[in-house]
Antibody, heavy 126, light 109 residues
Framework: QLQLQESGPGLVKPSETLSLTCTVS??????????WAWIRQSPGKGLEWIGS???????YYNPSLKNRVTISRDTSKNQFSLKLSSVTAADTAVYYC??????????????????WGQGTLVTVSS | SSELTQDPAVSVALGQTVRITCQGD??????ATWYQQKPGQAPVIVIF???NRPSGIPDRFSGSTSGNSASLTITGAQAEDEADYYC????????????FGGGTKLTVL
């Protein structure tokens, strides 16, 4: 059974960089069949896709965050990571990591997420 | 504002039928997925690819589409169905971009 687990600081100061890691077990970030994503949810608000990374390192980002986001993967550790720079209070949220399918042969990228981590709350405050 | 529009809140009497809708131009050419999210939990897919139900999801959940709109119907709502429901699909501004609706809070009376 695939499991994803987010980890990282729960408190980040304004203007600093938020860094989170997602550890994958029961599956591999080296698989060509999946993209690995970060999604966040501000308190009492809806879901916002941040971006996704493929095993090759190829990435796609939400245009509204693109200038501040870097998502990468570490195949040796079976992890993928999120860095969000210049954070403000508006970046306070529960951050989820998740998986979505990709069919290499048909180039069919699925837009939904079938496995999620439990989420981790990151608060931006001085 | 989101590219996918949902009513913020909907209520239904126990055992009755409720429809939750999601509107957006991208739904004309891309599949919709519906998630159920209960407080303190990660979202769970209840419908994917417009109308398909994952194993383990009760058959009272169904999905449909028409034009630029997708719908999630719960036939015979149960108390445990009270939750937030989100639709998601492809973004309209480019391939590989993902969008979510703003979510609908379902109250079962």
């Amino acid at each position: 059974q695939l499991q994803l687990q987010e980890s990282g600081p729960g408190l980040v100061k304004p203007s600093e960089t938020l860094s989170l890691t997602c550890t994958v077990s029961g599956g591999s970030v080296s698989s060509s069949s999946y993209y690995w994503a970060w999604i966040r949810q501000s308190p009492g608000k809806g879901l916002e896709w941040i971006g996704s990374v493929y095993y090759s390192g190829s990435t796609y980002y939400n245009p509204s965050l693109k200038n501040r986001v870097t998502i990468s993967r570490d195949t040796s550790k079976n992890q993928f990571s999120l860095k969000l720079s210049s954070v403000t209070a508006a970046d306070t949220a529960v951050y989820y990591c998740a998986r979505h399918d990709y069919d290499l042969w048909t180039n069919y990228y699925k837009y939904y997420f079938d496995y999620w981590g439990q989420g981790t709350l990151v608060t931006v405050s001085s | 504002s989101s590219e996918l529009t949902q009513d913020p809140a909907v209520s239904v009497a126990l055992g009755q039928t409720v429809r939750i809708t999601c509107q957006g131009d991208s739904l004309r050419r891309s599949y919709a997925t519906w998630y159920q999210q209960k407080p303190g939990q990660a979202p769970v897919i209840v419908i994917f690819d417009n109308k398909n139900r994952p194993s383990g999801i009760p058959d009272r959940f169904s999905g449909s589409t028409s034009g630029n709109s997708a719908s999630l119907t719960i036939t015979g709502a149960q108390a445990e169905d009270e939750a937030d429901y989100y639709c998601n699909s492809r973004g309209s501004t480019g391939d590989h971009l993902v969008v979510f609706g703003g979510g609908t809070k379902l109250t079962v009376l």
